[in-house]
């Protein structure tokens, strides 16, 4: 990938079963570790604005499950779930994805944190069984999902700076 603009999310179908995402956030490593591992500031940006998410569990360390459930506001919930394969902070989270919306369809994904300094640059690789897996995802929705949660998270990382 190339250099990525703060604030801009890339998202880039790479060989045929993977999708390759980065984005560079304003805020130093540990904060957005912690973000991506604290189930309170969770529920604060995962998932499009118009969703409440609700953390059913999350047990954040290597061999752990989570659970993450959006709440849509026509009343339909939807669900995220996975096992958490390896978690190295503040530098690393290996971890399988599976969307109720393709269920059995499960990613591993692996997503680093890039000490900038002052900044953060998350990059994560989501490989799939299939090509079709991988296509079904990005088809669903997934990149402007994506998208709006990590400019949620921008602004829950701006106001924790502020702290």
């Known amino acids: 990938m190339s250099e990525t ?14 999708i390759h995402i980065e984005r560079v956030f304003d805020a130093p490593r540990e904060l957005v570790f912690k973000a991506f591992t604290d189930p309170e500031l969770i529920t604060e940006w995962w998932g499009p604005r118009d969703t409440d998410t609700t953390v059913d569990k999350m047990d954040c360390r290597t061999g752990g499950d989570w659970r993450f459930v959006h709440s849509n506001s026509d009343g339909s919930e939807t669900a995220f779930r996975g ?3 390896e978690v190295t902070p503040p530098e690393r989270i290996a971890w399988t994805f599976e969307w109720d919306g393709m269920p059995g369809y499960v990613s591993v994904d692996i ?10 640059r998350v990059t994560t690789r989501s490989l799939f069984f299939l090509p079709e897996e991988r296509d079904g995802m990005l088809d669903a929705g997934m990149e402007s999902g994506l998208t709006e949660s990590y400019d949620r998270l921008d602004e829950v990382l701006g106001r924790l700076a502020a702290q």
């Open 5 to 18: 603009a703060k604030g801009k999310t890339e998202v880039q179908k790479a060989g045929d079963r993977e």
């Open 83 to 85: 096992t958490f394969r």
């Open 111 to 120: 997503t680093e944190f890039e000490d900038l300094g002052d900044q953060t």
